[in-house]
């Protein structure tokens, strides 16, 4: 088989899958399809070094880099670093642990928003827990695979996401109450 | 699909939100760019530096190349390649999928005369739901062929037509080509090869009602 049709075969089927990603981390139709287009390109470029390994989160690693150099240039701002990131408004307050059964109010309250504030809510997360949201939520990744794509220990995957997912109920919390 | 290794031990909140599939324009495009990008790794050097040359290179050296790049494979690999190439050209800019555009039979088949050494075989097949919506000349198999083309819904389908060289007549085969269904049959003298986006099961449809 060609290089070509080995890339067509393996890599294009997650096309999907990179837009996605591009799209929640760029937050914008166009620029995703260009950061897309770019990312497949590197991606011709590397497919030798790809070796045996998974497709999909090997793509998405491109993917993810090329939405954070386009950030870089384009929308500095989105890229606030960690340390930037202040203390969640709650901290120490009772919202602290979900129990993860339906008798919560709060999660039964999270259950019926829909997906247009979930959406809202989730654009405007910082990006760092953005994106670690996405690929375990809406990507369905596992952990070590978030871990290789966005170049950090599992274990930061696993506190950014709670820290986020944290975040994203204040958030989606606070527009209901707006709304009602 | 990776299977969940672990449970989350934490409701997920962002289940219900948008998953964001790539639009079709998209998918094409990139289709074509990864194309263009392997035809150009498979350039000779010297031709890389041909810069405007290249540019205007003829669609028999981009057929070669496109040759070259199939590395050899049976005659039946490199049309499906050329064909589908064929089609992603057509699809790629404004203008290009047809010389003459009319939904009029009458019009587009004689549009060919003088412009290839055969009369193609022009249907409109409006009522089976596939528009004729014009014509073009293409190059494939190293010689002239007609490129009809129609709509089936928002779908565009790229039918090809030749003189056979290769004998008897042959029902409809499908084939499956990065993600497009490939009809081939011969009829008549002709080799027909039809492309789209469609179900293999549609195309397969369209085939059975030419004439």
Redesign the interface.
Known sequence: MTGLARFEQTVLPHLDAAYNLARWLTRNDHDAEDVVQEAFMRAMRYFDRMKGGQARPWLLAIVRNTCYSWLEKNRPADLVGLDDVGPLASDGETLGQASGTETNPEVILLQSANRKLVNQALEELPVAFREVIVMREIEDLSYKEIASIAGIPAGTVMSRLSRGREMLRQAIESRMRRAS | ??P???P????????????????ET??T???A???A??RERARPMMWRWGGLAAAFATVALVSWNVAL???GSSDEDRLLAEVSTAHVRSLMAENHLNDVASTDQHTVKPWFEGKLDFAPAVTDLADAGYALLGGRLDYLDSRPVAALTYRHRLHVVNLFEWPSARGADAPPRIFSR??YAIAHWRRGGLEYWAISDIASADLLEFAKRLP
């Open positions: 699909m990776t969940r290794k672990e989350d031990a934490e409701p997920l909140i962002a289940r219900d939100a948008t998953y964001y599939r790539a639009p998209l998918r495009r990139i289709r760019a990864v194309r990008e392997a790049l199939q590395g990065n993600g």
